[in-house]
Structures are given as structure tokens and as C-alpha cells.
């Protein structure tokens, strides 16, 4: 059976373009993709992965405030018993260009499995999707 | 006279209403009181002896029946996720045309089944999981029901991949069971109707006899839904139209009754302002929302704690009455008549403040998302700005001199704009209360129903 995965761009943001272009290349890659869009909260995210039964969510964040839009969300998955979900995030995490591997950290101490800089295409978080849920 | 005969076994009223089926008119309207407990056929007798009389060589060929006696269709929902397959359950539930007397989330525990098993639901849909989606909430909840609540028949519509396990926890355990399309198919969409059509076989076939009314299939040709589905499905057949008739359009029915006030909206609910986002469950194209708290009645004391009596004095500036006191007066005087024009005025203020209240709740809302490039605005519910007729049944607006007053107070206000209520609708009066009956016609006779409805809704 096809891998269901919750994607969406998190928060009060609303670039629509990423979103769909990497709703396309998870779809021929092979997975069911559970669209939640634009302007989606933590909650929208977990709720969506509960009902559909998900193996991982993809977060993107596009306007800046990624890091405080993220925060939390790995905690709310294990009050909501997802307990062992993939977390991706990427897109353009924080403001500007930063240091990368500080941003990378502060996402992974925060409980995400992956986290990607900007201007990753979609090919590397597939095969690292493939890796992690052993396909 | 060759005629059909509808009825409405209604809480208090049993309501006939004879159509001439060449002409297309209503011949006669009679109502009698509703005798569920001795025995159902009674009050129905009084109200036809008072049919025959009105029209002498009258012959029936058909009878047609709804019903909301007995305390109506009663239900519980059980979904996953409350704002997802809980809500859709729900949904469907009231769209059925029942009172939806509790709604469970997540796995069953004994103590919710206890509760449960005491709000005595006549009928329990059960949902969970999108299709190939979550599967152990629902069948865990399967198998809370089987083991627990024996006697209630349940309707199915979840996640399908766990429909096999299902059946079989219900044939072992020999509940009475239908199994339908998942509410929620995919996430986000809404996929009401084949559950609402499986509530209705299951009303026809199981619930009717339940609440002492097999009496009654002896004489009719069948009690086909509850009450609130047949004005449901008057509202839909009159927006849409039928292959022959045109409809009139996105519609909003404003049902002010003594123990609830509903709202039935026909209409997709698209945005209709350009920048809006539409988020969360999609909306049903035909919903009903049902208020327990808004009634002129039954209700009035709930209403005047929901709302505040501020709020009612908003619409009664200069009433003699202390609000909470009117309220509770009412309350526990059920069949209160209004007669002065203190009184008069009183009902029609706590019918504004139902209308608005009741619309607010089944409207969409819009809310400002600010962003560092200044608003944008997203939309959860359906906008009804640009719907084009609001009509208005029930008692109190119905006996109104001025129900145009009432049916405004539903409308979009500058001072809450959130609110996605109707700008500039033409209003109607369903002065011969005769939507329940035609949406029970429609069933059979769409093109007539939808025929007298054009010619015996009101404007005003
Ligand atoms: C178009 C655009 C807009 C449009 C969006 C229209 C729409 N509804 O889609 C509008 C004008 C509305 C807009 C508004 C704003 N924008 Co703008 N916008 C852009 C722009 C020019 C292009 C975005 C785009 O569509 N790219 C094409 C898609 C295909 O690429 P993408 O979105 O980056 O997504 C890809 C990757 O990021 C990656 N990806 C995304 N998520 C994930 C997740 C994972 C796990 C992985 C592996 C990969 C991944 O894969 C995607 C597909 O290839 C970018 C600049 C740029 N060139 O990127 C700025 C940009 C994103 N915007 C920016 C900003 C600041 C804003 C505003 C806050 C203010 C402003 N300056 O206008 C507002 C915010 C509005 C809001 N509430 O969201 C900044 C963000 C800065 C930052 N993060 O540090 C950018 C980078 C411009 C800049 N250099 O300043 N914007």
C-alpha cells in the first residue's frame, strides 16, 4: 500500500507555488499525498495525519517565520499519539540567509527528522523519505 | 375528487394537508393534537374527520407521511479527530433531519458508552479514518458498541478498509447494522448523502415501529422521513429545480420553533470576494444546523443564559418585562399564546435574537490573517453573502404580523462583518406551512412540489 504523506506550508503563510510543485513530485514518486495546502496550523497537520493514518509530515515555510510556526509541533504529535511520525521541514526556513548549520540544529533539537535549506529540490527529501520508511 | 394526502406527525401537532394533484393547489390544510401515547391513529382521525368535512367528496389515493412525533430522530456521532470525521458525522446526522443528542471522538471509553447508552440514541453513526486511512479507532469503537449497547441500529460510514472486521464484530454480535460510503473519503471532503440515506431506511424500517407508530402503516403508504428531512429536502428541490422546473436559486431557511431553531442553507458557500482562502472540512451543498438552545418555548430560559439578556433588550428597548423572568415564565409555560402587544412584542424579540444568533452559528466566518505584507483573509464555513432568498417558517414568524422584522435580524450587519450572512435576499413567508409536506411529496411528485412552492411562498 502507498505511503500516506501530510504536506503544507505552515502558519499565516501563503506561497502556493512550492506547495504544489512538491505535491506533484511525491505524488510520481509514489506516495499518497495528503494536501492541506496553505495557511495550515500544527493542528491542521496532526489532524490530517491522524485520520489518513500518515507516516510523515512535510512542513514547509516559506515567509520567515518558520521556526516560530514549528515550535511545538513535535510535542503535539505525542500528545495526539503519533508517536513515531516523520517530521521534514524545508523551504525558506528563517529570515535571510543565516548560517545553516545552527538552523538545522535548532529544528532537530525541536524534534524534526530532517530539515532542509533553501532551495532543496524536491528529489533529496524523496530519498530520504524512501530511506526512513524503508521502501 | 381524486387527492393525496400528506402528513406531518408532528411533537404536538398531527398537520394534514390535501393537494389536488390536477390543479396543483393545496386543498385544505387541518392539524390536531399528536397522540403518540396512547395511540398515533387517533389524532390523525380527528385531523381527517376535520379534512373530510372541509371537503366532502374527497378520495385519497395516496398517503404520505413524516414524522418528528415521539421525540423525533435521535442520534449520537462517533468519528476520530473532532473538527474532522466526528464533525462530518455530525453533519450528516442533522442532515437526516436528527437531533444529534451527543458527539464522541477518539476511542470509546466505557464511561462515554454509559453515557451514551443514557442520551438513549435511536440511531448511533459510527465513523473514523479517512478511506485506507486510521483503522483501530473505529474498529475499537465497533467493538465497544457490540459489547455495550446491544439494541441500537448503527450506521456505518468510515474508513472502508476496516468495513470486513466491522461486519464481523457486528454479525457475531448480532447488532443491527448498515455499512456506506466513509463521510469522509478523503481529508477535508464531505460525503454526506449515502449516510443520511441509510439513517432514512433505517428511520423507515426500524424506528418508526420503535416509538409505538406501526399503527399507522396499516392505513398509510409509509412515514418516509423525519420532519426536518422533508423541509430539508423542500428547500433543496426549490433551489435546484427538477429536469423541468427551474429552481430559484441558493436558498436559507429560518425554522424558529419552541424547542430549537434550524437553519437549512442551499447553496455551494464558495467565497464570493476575491483573496480569500476557504479552509477546513469542506461544507455540506444542502446543510441543516439545529440550535437546542435558541426555542421560543421550551428553550426561551436557555436562550436568555446564551445570549445574554442584553442582547434581547437590544430588540425590546422598552419592555415592561424583567428578560430572565419572561424567559423562565415561558419556559414553563409551554403553550403560552401571545395576545397583548407586550407579548407579541417579547416573542418577536426572542425570535430576533434566535434568527441572528442562529444564523452567526451556520454562517462561514472570515478572519484577518495578518502577514509582515499587511491582511489577507481566510474563510471556514460557507459564504452566504450573495444568497438570494431567505424564507422563514415556523410558528412565531409564520402568526407575525411583521415577519419581515424577524427574518432581518438574520441578515449581514456592518457591525459584524465576519459573519457570512445574507446582503440583499428577497424574503418569504411560508404562511401555509407547507414545506414539510412538500419536501415529503417531492420524494414522488418533484415537478408539482416544486410548483406549489413557487406559488405559496409568500413575499413580504
Ligand atoms: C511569489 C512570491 C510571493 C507571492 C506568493 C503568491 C502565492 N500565493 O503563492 C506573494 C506576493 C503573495 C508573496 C508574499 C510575501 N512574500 Co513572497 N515570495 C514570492 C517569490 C518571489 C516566489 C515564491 C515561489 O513561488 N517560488 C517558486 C516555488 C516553486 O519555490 P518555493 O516556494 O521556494 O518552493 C520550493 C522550495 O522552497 C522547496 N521546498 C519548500 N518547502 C519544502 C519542504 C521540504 C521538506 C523540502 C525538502 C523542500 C521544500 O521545494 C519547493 C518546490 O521546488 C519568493 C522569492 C523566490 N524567488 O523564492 C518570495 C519570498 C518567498 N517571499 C518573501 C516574503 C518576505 C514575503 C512576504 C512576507 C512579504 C513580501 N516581501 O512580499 C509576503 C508573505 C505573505 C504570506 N502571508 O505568506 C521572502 C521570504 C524571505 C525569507 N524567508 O527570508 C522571499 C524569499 C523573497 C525574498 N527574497 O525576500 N510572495
Known amino acids: 500500500m502507498k505511503k500516506k504523506i501530510v504536506l503544507g506550508v505552515i502558519g499565516a503563510d501563503c506561497h502556493a507555488v512550492g506547495n504544489k510543485v512538491l505535491d506533484f513530485a511525491l505524488t510520481e514518486a509514489g506516495f499518497e499525498v495528503v494536501n492541506i495546502g496553505v495557511l495550515s496550523s500544527q493542528e491542521d497537520f496532526i489532524n490530517a495525519a491522524i485520520e489518513t493514518d500518515a507516516s510523515a509530515i512535510i512542513v514547509s515555510s516559506l515567509y520567515g517565520h518558520g521556526e516560530i510556526d514549528c515550535r511545538g509541533l513535535r510535542e503535539k504529535c505525542e500528545e495526539a499519539g503519533l508517536k513515531d511520525i516523520l517530521l521534514y521541514a524545508g523551504g525558506n526556513l528563517v529570515v535571510g540567509k543565516q548560517d545553516w548549520e545552527p538552523v538545522r540544529k535548532r529544528f532537530q533539537e525541536m524534534g524534526f527528522d530532517r530539515v532542509y535549506p533553501p532551495g532543496t529540490p524536491p528529489e533529496v527529501d524523496i530519498e530520504h523519505l524512501k530511506e526512513d520508511l524503508k521502501i | 375528487m381524486n387527492a393525496l394526502l400528506l402528513i406531518d406527525f408532528g411533537s404536538t401537532y398531527t398537520k394534514l394537508t390535501a393537494v389536488d394533484m390536477k390543479k396543483e393547489e393545496i386543498i385544505a390544510n387541518t392539524k390536531s393534537l399528536t397522540t403518540v401515547q396512547s395511540d398515533i391513529m387517533i389524532g390523525f382521525q380527528n385531523a381527517y374527520h376535520q379534512i373530510k368535512e372541509k371537503c366532502k367528496d374527497i378520495y385519497f389515493d395516496e398517503i404520505l407521511a413524516c414524522s418528528s412525533a415521539a421525540g423525533g430522530l435521535k442520534m449520537v456521532a462517533v468519528g476520530l479527530v473532532p473538527e474532522l470525521t466526528a464533525e462530518a458525522a455530525k453533519r450528516a446526522a442533522l442532515g437526516a433531519g436528527s437531533r444529534v443528542l451527543g458527539v464522541y471522538s477518539h476511542e470509546l471509553t466505557q464511561r462515554e458508552i454509559k453515557a451514551m447508552i443514557q442520551q438513549t440514541p435511536d440511531i448511533i453513526l459510527l465513523a473514523g479514518g479517512t478511506d485506507g486511512g486510521n483503522k483501530d479507532c473505529i ?69 418508526v415501529e420503535a416509538k409505538g407508530m406501526k399503527s399507522a402503516e396499516s392505513m398509510i403508504n409509509g412515514i418516509l422521513m423525519p420532519t426536518p428531512a422533508a423541509v430539508l429536502n423542500a428547500a433543496k428541490i426549490l433551489a435546484d429545480g427538477t429536469n423541468t422546473e427551474e429552481g430559484i436559486g441558493d436558498l436559507i431557511v429560518i425554522d424558529i420553533g419552541g424547542a430549537t ?40 430560559e436557555s436562550l436568555c443564559h446564551s445570549v445574554s439578556s442584553k442582547k434581547i433588550m437590544k430588540f425590546v428597548p422598552n419592555t415592561k418585562y424583567n428578560i430572565e423572568e419572561r424567559c423562565k415564565y415561558l419556559t414553563q409555560n409551554v403553550n403560552e399564546i401571545p395576545n397583548t402587544l407586550e407579548e407579541i412584542e417579547f416573542d418577536e424579540a426572542l425570535s430576533m435574537v434566535a434568527t441572528e444568533v442562529a444564523m452567526e452559528r451556520h454562517v462561514g466566518v472570515i478572519e484577518d490573517v ?3 505584507m499587511g491582511k489577507i483573509y481566510s474563510q471556514v464555513g460557507k459564504d452566504l453573502l450573495d444568497a438570494k432568498y431567505v424564507i422563514g417558517t415556523g410558528g412565531v414568524l409564520v402568526h407575525s404580523k411583521n415577519p419581515s422584522k424577524i427574518l432581518r435580524a438574520g441578515l449581514y450587519n456592518e457591525e459584524n462583518p465576519r459573519y457570512l450572512k445574507p446582503t440583499d435576499p428577497k424574503l418569504l413567508i411560508d404562511k401555509d406551512y407547507i414545506l414539510s409536506s412538500m419536501g415529503l411529496m417531492a420524494e414522488k411528485y418533484p415537478d408539482i412540489a416544486i410548483r406549489i412552492l413557487k406559488k405559496n411562498l409568500s413575499n413580504v
Open chain 2, 139 to 207: 474498529i475499537h469503537n465497533a467493538k465497544m458498541i457490540a459489547k455495550y449497547i446491544k439494541n441500537v441500529p448503527v450506521v456505518v460510514s468510515g474508513n472502508i478498509k476496516a468495513s470486513d472486521e466491522i461486519e464481523e464484530i457486528f454479525k457475531e454480535n448480532h447488532i443491527y447494522y448498515e455499512i456506506t460510503d466513509n463521510v469522509m473519503p478523503k481529508l477535508n471532503k464531505l460525503n454526506v448523502e449515502p449516510a443520511r440515506e441509510a439513517i432514512r431506511q433505517i428511520f423507515m424500517k426500524k424506528i
Open chain 2, 261 to 300: 431553531t434550524d437553519i437549512h442553507s442551499i447553496a455551494e458557500g464558495e467565497p464570493t470576494k476575491p483573496g480569500v482562502m476557504k479552509i477546513g472540512l469542506e461544507e455540506p451543498y444542502a446543510k441543516r444546523t439545529v440550535e437546542g438552545d435558541l426555542g421560543m418555548r421550551v428553550s426561551a
Open chain 2, 370 to 372: 495578518y502577514t509582515p
